[in-house]
Antibody, heavy 117, light 107 residues
């Protein structure tokens, strides 16, 4: 059974950093691209970043470029999102998701990030 | 960036009716459109992937059509358990972009 479990969320002050993790199981992690998608409270879905199977190719939405870094450790079956210089508008639930082609076929349960002083 | 315009924003339907949701893209994306269902308090679930391909285990009441810039998602014989928010997502070019969502309520 495919499982994706996010962790690392919480309350953080503006300008500070947070690192999210996503532990994957039930499939060969190194064979799949992965992505992070966020959802602000009562809002819709927004793609944040994605990473290729080996980690050599990464992609970001404009609003997080230079502040967020997506990475992966295939030996640990774990996806990461390093979030620096956080802003109030980054407040959201962050989901990790497995990529199958361009689709996101499995999603974690999500982790909440709140940026507030 | 490809803009995805989804309509309507909300629907109120009776059990057994047919639901239709539209997504229009600002660029030609071939058939690289995906459809997700999100129930209250849950993560999104992929229903239909690129090429109008129904995911394994998803009832055949769900379907989609379209190519290029115009896409339609359909639920035939809608059931009470279909309540939720439905999103389209284009995966033809980066950044992947989602529609704003359609909230489906059952009367």
């Amino acid at each position: 059974e495919v499982q994706l479990v996010e962790s690392g969320g919480g309350l953080v002050q503006p300008g500070r950093s947070l690192k999210l993790s996503c532990a994957a199981s039930g499939f060969t992690f190194s064979n799949y691209g992965m992505a992070w998608v966020c959802q602000a409270p009562t809002k819709g879905l927004e793609w944040v970043a994605s990473i290729s199977t080996g980690g050599g190719n990464t992609y970001y939405r404009d609003s997080v470029k230079g502040r967020f870094t997506i990475s992966r450790d295939n030996a640990k079956n774990t996806l990461y999102l390093q979030m620096d210089s956080l802003r109030s508008e980054d407040t959201a639930t962050y989901y990790c998701a497995r990529q199958r082609g361009g689709s996101l076929d499995y999603w974690g349960q999500g982790v909440m990030v709140t940026v507030s002083s | 960036e490809t803009t995805v315009t989804q309509s309507p924003a909300s629907l109120s339907m009776a059990v057994g009716e047919k639901v239709s949701i539209s997504c229009k893209t600002s660029t030609d994306i071939d058939d690289d459109m995906n459809w997700y269902q999100q129930k209250s308090g849950e993560a999104p679930k992929l229903l239909i992937s690129e090429g109008n391909t129904l995911r394994p285990g998803v009832p055949s009441r769900f379907s989609s059509s379209g190519y290029g810039t115009d896409f339609v998602f359909t639920i035939n014989n809608v059931l009470l358990g279909d309540e939720g928010i439905y999103y389209c997502q284009q995966s033809d070019n980066v950044p992947d972009t989602f529609g704003a969502g359609t909230k489906l309520e059952l009367k």
